[in-house]
């Protein structure tokens, strides 16, 4: 039997970056909860803005999106979480 170097086969939760043996993203289901709650609620913003913006292609709402992108990735990065660890499903129903 080999000892576990301390970290190895560990991973970072996606919400709370707590490091965790879980194979799992996240390491508990309140932390699985918040992101995915997060996401949903982000998500409505974003389509939101994202249809408003290709049904009037105007460079005025395109900006509209991206600052809130922005603004989403600027809390993001105070709060610690980094969304490019995540997966992306782009397929509806799943
Ligand atoms: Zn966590």
Known sequence: MTRKTRGEGMKRC???GTKHSRTR???TDTCR???NNRRMTRGAV???LA???RAH???AHTT???QQLDAYLAQDTREGR???LGRVDTQEGR
């Open 25 to 27: 993203q996240f390491c």
């Open 33 to 35: 909860k918040t992101w």
């Open 82 to 84: 980094d969304y490019t």
């Open 64 to 66: 509209l999106l991206n």
């Open 14 to 16: 996606l919400e709370c």
């Open 51 to 53: 249809m408003r913006a």
């Open 57 to 59: 292609k105007t460079r």
């Open 46 to 48: 974003i389509h939101d």
